[in-house]
C-alpha cells in the first residue's frame, strides 16, 4: 500500500523532537508536517510498519482514511459509512471508537461516537452480512476519530496498545514515568551515547525508580528498536504481510550495536533497593543489562558513578514523594515539616500543609544543588519539575528551559551545567541568577 496519509500523536511539546526522529526513520516520505500535538506524513506501508517499530516519542501511528465536512451528526454518519473498512478488517473482529474533539459543536462526544460506529456496523453488515462486535477494553481493531469546528479526521490505528508499552518494564514503582517522556527527555537534553570525539558519554540517573530513563538511553545508543519485544495492532488488519514485518524487524536487529568496550556506561541509583532489583530486571528484559550499571544510594549522598563527567537525566521527587530521595531528603522533610494544628475545622490545616511542602522541596533541592556543586564539576544535569522556580530553590541558572507535559502536569526539563561553587548563595540585593526565557 502506498500513498498512506499518518499522523503521529505526541504530547505537546515534543513535536519538533518526533519531527526530527521521522525524518530519521522514513528519510523517503513525502509531506512531512509538524502539526499541534503531533507530526503528519504521506508514506508507505513499509514505512507505517518502520515507525511503530523504530519511534520513542510517538504515541501511535495512525492511518488517515477520511478527511471530511462534519457540520452534524447526520453528516459524521455519512463520512463513516463511506470508508472502506471492509478493506481493514473483518466482521469476526472486534473494533472500538475512540474519539477526541477541538471546537466541536456536537453537544456530546459519546453519541457522536456512537454514529461512527453504526455507520460501521451498518456497511460491514450491508456489505458482508454480517456486523461486528464493540469491545471497548481489548478490541482486536481501534478506530480514531477527531472532531474539529466543521471537519471530522477518521483513522485506522496500527499500533494497537500505545507505544510507550514497550513491552519491557513489568516491574514499577508508584505513577512511574512513561518511556515516550522519558525519550522526550533524552532526545531534549542531545544524548546520543557518544561525545564529540566519538567516546561513550555517561549517562546517570540518580533518582531511577524502575530504570525507564536508563534503560531508554541505553537502547537508544545500541540501536535497539523500541518495538522489538511488542505486537502491533497492524497484525491484525487485513493488508498485513507476515514476511516483510519480519524481514524489518530482522533489519533491526542486525542494525543493533555493541556496548562500547564491554562497560557500562549508563548509571542509575536509587534509595529504595527494591527499585534497584526492579530497574535490573527491566534492563535484562529491555536488552541493555550489559551497558546499565546499578546502586542503590541516596541521592543527595551517592557520589559520581565514573571518573569522566557526563550527563545526568532525572525526574526527581518532589512535594509528598521527597522522601524518595532518602535519608538526606527525609531529614529535611523532618525539619521543614511544623506540628499539625490542634483544635482546627476540618480543611483548616491544608493551606500549612502545602507550605510545608514547598519548603521540604525548597530543602531538598538546596541539598541536592550543594551536592553536585562540591562533587560534579564538569556534568551537565538535565531536570524535569512543575516548578518553574526550581531555578531559584537550587541557586543555580538554567541555561535551558524545555516545556515538556507529564500527562497532565506542565513541566520543565531544566538544564544546569555544573561548575565549583555554582551553588553558592546570590548577594543580598542580587537579581535572580537564571534569566533564561520561558
Known sequence: MHNLTLFLPCPAGVEDYLLAEVQQICPAAQNLRRQRGGVELTADWDDMLRLNLHSRLAQRVLVRLALQPCPNEDALYEAAYAVLWELWFTPAQTFKVELTAQHSPFQSLNFAALRIKDAVCDRMRERLGQRPSVETLQPEVRLHAHLGPEQVWLYIDTSGEPLFKRGWRTDTGDAPLKETLAAAMIAASGWTGLDAQGQPQPLYDPCCGSGTVAIEAAQR???????????????????????????????????????????????????????????????????????????????????????TPGVMLLNPPYGERIAAAGVAGQSAQTRARPEPAQGLVPGAGRESARHADGEENTAFFSQLASHWKKNYAGWTAWLLSPDPQLPSHMRLKATRRVPLWNGPIECRLFRFDLVAGSARTPRAGAQPNDTTPE
Open 221 to 307: 545508543a545500541l540501536h535497539i528498536a523500541p518495538g522489538k519485544l511488542r505486537r502491533f495492532g497492524f497484525e491484525r488488519l487485513l493488508p498485513h504481510q507476515p514476511a516483510r514485518w519480519q524481514a524489518l524487524r530482522q533489519q533491526a536487529v542486525a542494525a543493533e550495536r555493541p556496548v562500547p568496550g564491554g562497560q557500562a556506561f549508563v548509571f542509575g541509583s536509587d534509595v529504595a533497593f527494591r527499585m534497584v532489583d526492579f530497574a535490573r530486571r527491566n534492563a535484562e528484559r529491555a536488552g541493555v543489562a550489559q551497558a546499565i550499571e546499578w546502586r542503590g544510594g541516596d541521592a543527595l549522598e551517592r557520589l559520581p558513578p565514573c571518573p
